[in-house]
């Protein structure tokens, strides 16, 4: 009997340092997380892109492109229908290579709506610059118009998120308050 209890004892011994273990693990896990510290704010696309000018300057600029490119989020998210709807019908029989190229154009041209838009707006805030300033916008923003598209997108996506993280939370709220 005494080489059963003796068993157990090891059992329960083990079991409570493993248990001490865990425990100080999930602690100083929880205190990183909470505790560590805050690195710099993440440098967005858009902020990297009107660096070298005025801070006040700089958020005027990515302030007025959010809002174009905002604005100009309905149009985009009708081409990428337009272009999704596309590539259904490429993949039926009979193909049907005019309405693909209908399609598409429509697409083309929900796309160039608001670049234009997005361009004009850029356009007119650089008006406002001084002319060194004025050279970063036209580099940066207006000479390369694939790196426009990529800032552009990546802002879009951030909105975006932070648009439904906001929905979300609210929610939780109103279900919290609900609740009570």
Known sequence: MASGNSKLKWALGISLALNVFALSAGGAYWGYKHFRPKGPEPVTALTEATE??????????????????????????????????????????????????????????????????IEQTLVDQAAALPPAERAIVADRFIKSSFKLRKLLFKAQMAEKKAREEAAKAAASASGEAGKS
């Open 52 to 117: 070298g000018m005025t801070p006040a300057n700089g958020q005027k600029l990515i302030a007025a492109v959010r809002a174009a490119a905002l604005a100009s989020e309905p149009e985009m998210e009708a081409a990428w229908e337009l272009r999704k709807q596309a590539a259904e019908v490429a993949k039926t029989e009979p193909y049907d290579a005019a309405k693909i190229m209908a399609l598409l154009a429509q697409a083309r041209d929900l796309e160039i709506k608001g670049k234009i838009r």
